[in-house]
């Protein structure tokens, strides 16, 4: 399964973006599905995950109740819906994989290419 992100772009505080994420390949609803975020000199770190059987669904402290993930199986397409935007959200936005049918905490071993976020205040 190959992930390509899409729909980042530059918005004021405040705003809304929504990401996505198309994969490629077989067998994407087997797969726990998440979105990491790297600023500038920083690690990468884990925003929001959502189970393969898009039952539950797990946020960081500093994104929870602004952000929201989904994922249509049918399309194969995994989403970002990010309101309320701050400037500490500026990043490059992830999308990842893990080990197929697994509870949480998963174990994400493949990333797509990133988008880029920029939210000025």
């Known amino acids: 399964v190959q992930l390509q992100a899409s729909g980042g772009g530059s918005v004021q505080a405040g705003d809304s973006l929504r990401l996505s994420c198309a994969a490629s390949?077989?067998?994407?609803?087997?797969?726990?599905m998440g979105w990491f975020r790297q600023a500038p000199g920083q690690e990468r770190y884990f925003v929001a995950a959502i189970s393969w059987n898009d039952d539950s669904t797990y946020y960081a402290d500093s994104v929870k109740g602004r952000f929201t993930i989904s994922r249509d199986n049918t399309r194969e397409t995994l989403y970002l819906q990010m309101n309320s935007l701050k400037a500490d959200d500026t990043a490059v936005y992830y999308c990842?994989?893990?080990?197929?049918?697994?509870?949480?905490?998963?174990?994400?071993?493949?990333w797509g290419q990133g988008t880029q976020v920029t939210v000025s205040s």
């Open positions: 990842a994989r893990a080990k197929p049918w697994t509870d949480y905490p998963y174990e994400f071993f493949s």
């Open positions: 390949g077989r067998f994407f609803s087997s797969y726990p």
